[in-house]
Antibody, heavy 122, light 109 residues
């Protein structure tokens, strides 16, 4: 059974950096799954932020909307993957999710983290 | 840019009814990557259907998906109380071709 456990601060000040981590159990960050970051807000709906995947080395792909501000990392030693979003504004507030994209299911997102409600406010 | 348009926004039904939700793509897409999720308040989305019509593990057969090219449908037969939720379609093609629909809510009439 795959589980994804999210952690990170819930309140971030404008212009600061948001950092979230997703700890994987029941799978490995170094398999052929894709490790996804999403967010959800009333104004934006469900928004894909990007993915990390491993094919002999780690690759990261980012949504155009956040590409200049976002960085993903993956750590096989802790079996975690992380998101860093710089220069946040109140528009970045919302619920952030990590998820697994399952290659056998056409990369459908079959396991999700519990969600992290992030508020950007001074 | 691929846009997925879901309709209706809200569907009011009673337990035992059958509901059909539409997902329209702005351009032709592959059946292999059309997905449906269910989301309840305060929860993460849950995978229902992948590859247009393949139920995910543990999903009851009252959920069915169909469609092709630009028109896709999620049908829920014999609605149970736990089926009242928001449903999203998603397309995940070659990155960055990933899109979500805006969601359709099934509410109790």
């Amino acid at each position: 059974q795959v589980q994804l456990q999210q952690s990170g601060p819930r309140l971030v000040k404008p212009s600061q950096t948001l950092f979230l981590t997703c700890a994987i159990s029941g799978d490995s960050v170094s398999t052929n799954s894709a490790w996804i970051w999403m967010r959800q807000s009333p104004s934006r709906g469900l928004e894909w932020l990007g993915r990390t995947f491993y094919r002999s080395k780690f690759y990261h792909e980012y949504a155009v909307s956040v590409k200049s501000r976002i960085t993903f990392t993956a750590d096989p030693s802790t079996n975690q993957f992380s998101l860093q979003l710089t220069s946040v504004t109140p528009e970045d507030s919302g619920v952030y999710y990590c998820a697994r994209g399952n290659r056998r299911l056409g990369m459908a997102f079959d396991y999700w983290g519990q969600g992290s409600l992030v508020t950007v406010s001074s | 840019e691929l846009v997925l348009t879901q309709s209706p926004d809200t569907l009011s039904l009673s337990p035992g009814d059958t509901g059909s939700l539409s997902c329209r793509a702005s351009q032709g897409v592959s059946n292999d990557y059309l997905v449906w999720y269910q989301q309840k308040p305060g929860q993460a989305p849950r995978l229902l259907i992948h590859g247009t019509s393949i139920r995910a593990t543990g999903i009851p057969d009252r959920f069915s998906g169909s469609g092709s090219v630009t028109e896709f449908t999620l049908t829920i037969s014999r609605l149970e109380p736990e089926d009242f939720a928001v449903y999203y379609c998603q397309y995940y093609g070659n990155s960055p071709v990933l899109a979500f629909g805006g969601g359709s809510k099934i509410e109790i009439k």
